[in-house]
């Protein structure tokens, strides 16, 4: 099992560039998470999809979009890149939603907006 | 809203000693869960050790433990004989019912040989 995949590991782009943000599990999870993670704020939810067919916005929703193509996938657009969106992003999964249940997190992407 | 407070940004520790990481929260829960996830150099997110609140036994994974104080909203995590593979930042996480998980803004741990 490869358990939380996301692509690409590293990317820059230009100030108004977007880009996709694509991650996959394999663990038959319900729910799936993409944070963000800056120097001294921790993990900050973005979006979150409780299940198939549902997302909601998480704590720094704006600038971002998310699409849950199927039980697997949960994908994060960037529409308009801006330097303040420069991070590193985090997806994760759970058995279901809610606060009792294991995350598990993928390696992340270092994102760079010039 | 419940809020996770890691009031220690940076801490080390000589290898073979024992170090405690700090974590305090609030909330107005009764039934709720602790984590603490930590993330090496590599990036990688790894759950390290779970308390479920309603227990009073405080959680243990080999070297990891925990001293839990719910009357106080403590969480502390206890790494006995640290190791240099320990060194990493360590994010304490609360969690309950359908609600999201609300992490800290983590304590990054080096361990000195």
């Known amino acids: 099992n490869a358990g939380v995949t996301q692509t690409p590991k590293f990317q820059v782009l230009k100030t108004g560039q977007s880009m996709t943000l694509q991650c996959a599990q394999d663990m038959n999870h319900n729910s799936m998470y993409w944070y963000r993670q800056d120097p001294g704020m921790g993990l900050r939810l973005i979006y979150y999809?409780?299940?198939?067919?549902?997302?909601d916005k998480g704590e720094v929703p704006n600038g971002y979009n998310v699409s849950r193509l199927n039980k697997r996938e949960f994908s994060l657009r960037l529409e308009s890149a801006a330097p303040s969106q420069t991070s590193v992003y985090f997806c994760?999964?759970?058995?279901?939603?809610?606060?009792?249940?294991?995350?598990?997190f993928g390696p992340g992407t270092r994102l760079t907006v010039t | 809203a419940q809020t996770v407070t890691q009031s220690q940004p940076e801490m080390s520790v000589q290898e073979a000693e024992t170090v405690t990481l700090s974590c305090t929260y609030d909330t107005s829960e009764n039934n709720y869960y602790l984590f603490w996830y930590k993330q090496p150099p590599s990036r990688q997110m790894i759950l390290v050790i779970r308390q479920e609140a309603y227990k009073q036994q405080n959680a243990t994974e080999n070297r990891f433990s925990v001293n839990f104080q719910k009357a106080a909203k403590s969480f502390s995590l206890k790494i006995s004989d640290s190791q240099l593979g320990d060194t990493a930042m360590y994010f304490c996480?609360?969690?309950?019912?359908?609600?999201?998980?609300?992490f800290g803004t983590g304590t990054r741990l080096t361990i000195i040989p």
């Open positions: 999809s409780a299940s198939e067919g549902t997302t």
């Open positions: 994760a999964s759970s058995e279901s939603p809610g606060g009792i249940y294991e995350q598990y």
């Open positions: 996480a609360f969690g309950f019912g359908n609600e999201k998980l609300t």
